[in-house]
Nanobody
Framework: QVQLVESGGGSVQAGGSLRLSCAAS????????LGWFRQAPGKEREGVAT????????SYADSVKGRFAISWDNAKNTLYLQMNSLKPEDTAMYHC??????????????????WGQGIQVTVSS
């Protein structure tokens, strides 16, 4: 049974940093595409970043380019999101997702087979 479990969230002041982790288990192979997504209260879930495990290509939403970095550790089966220069508008529930058969460079929600439960990130001004 595939399971994705996020950790590393919390509260931080604007300008600070956090690193989210997503431990993947239950796979008999490496998922081909993984991503981070977020959902703020009253808003739709939006894409943050994606990474291809086949060629390590990364893609980012414009709102986080230059501030966030996505990475995947094959040995640990863990996905990371390093978040720097955090802003209050980054406040949201962050979810990791895995396994999509098309267009890993598209930082969009549809198509992922597996999702984590999410973890809260709160940035205060």
């Amino acid at each position: 049974q595939v399971q994705l479990v996020e950790s590393g969230g919390g509260s931080v002041q604007a300008g600070g940093s956090l690193r989210l982790s997503c431990a993947a288990s239950g796979y008999t192979y490496y998922p081909n595409c993984l991503g981070w997504f977020r959902q703020a209260p009253g808003k739709e879930r939006e894409g943050v970043a994606t990474i291809s495990t086949t060629d390590s290509t990364t893609s980012y939403a414009d709102s986080v380019k230059g501030r966030f970095a996505i990475s995947w550790d094959n040995a640990k089966n863990t996905l990371y999101l390093q978040m720097n220069s955090l802003k209050p508008e980054d406040t949201a529930m962050y979810h990791c997702a895995a396994e999509r058969t098309w267009a890993c460079t598209a930082v969009v929600v549809p198509g992922f087979d597996h999702w984590g439960q999410g973890i809260q990130v709160t940035v205060s001004s």
